[in-house]
């Protein structure tokens, strides 16, 4: 079993950054793909990003890419998503997950493990 704890999320006006961080316990990361999900009010959960498991594939959502970095620190078993030029469109609330099979993929059924979701909301 993993536990997936987020933080990081919060109020921010428009053109603004917050960082979101992921801690797991319970078993070592490390070998292990990592997203980030978001869902809206009334919206399907959406991919965000995606990182493999050494951190040499990573992928992003075309919504996100240019203002979104995902990273990992596998000895502090943490992922990040630093997020920056916040749009209103960002507010979500922000899932991790984990996928065993390390396929740093974009659909959700493929993630093992989630967290409860760090709220992100953008005020324009």
């Known amino acids: 079993q993993v536990q997936l704890l987020e933080s990081g999320g919060g109020l921010v006006q428009a053109g603004g950054s917050l960082r979101l961080s992921c801690k797991a316990a319970?078993?070592?990361?490390?070998?292990?793909?990592m997203g980030w999900f978001r869902q809206s009010p009334g919206k399907e959960r959406e991919f965000v990003a995606a990182?493999?498991?050494?951190?040499?594939?990573?992928d992003y959502a075309d919504s996100v890419k240019g203002r979104f970095t995902i990273s990992r620190d596998n000895a502090k078993n943490t992922v990040l998503l630093e997020m920056s030029s916040l749009k209103p469109e960002d507010t979500a609330v922000y899932y991790c997950?984990?996928?065993?099979?390390?396929?740093?993929?974009?659909?959700?059924?493929?993630?093992?493990?989630w967290g409860q979701g760090t709220q992100v909301t953008v005020s324009s």
């Open positions: 319970g078993r070592p990361l490390g070998f292990y793909a």
């Open positions: 990182i493999s498991w050494g951190s040499t594939t990573t």
């Open positions: 997950a984990v996928e065993t099979a390390n396929r740093a993929t974009r659909s959700m059924g493929e993630y093992d493990y």
